[in-house]
């Protein structure tokens, strides 16, 4: 974290506002966690084939 932080010091990032990092790692966060949600409620990830064949009403047949 400290890491990050010195960087985006020596780019001139702003830490907090519009365009800020806090923002932007924020949004990262929520992204990554509602594609894992959605990966978990249907069962295989974003543009790949269901891992049943035949599945309705979140039942695997």
């Known amino acids: 974290m400290e890491r990050l932080l010195a960087q985006a010091t020596e780019q001139g990032l702003n830490l ?5 990092l806090l923002k932007q790692r924020t949004r990262t966060v929520l992204e990554v966690r509602a594609g894992t949600e959605m990966t978990e409620r249907f069962g295989h990830e974003h543009g790949q084939t ?12």
């Open 16 to 20: 907090v506002g519009s365009g800020g």
């Open 50 to 61: 269901r891992i049943a064949a035949k599945m309705r009403n979140d039942t695997r047949t």
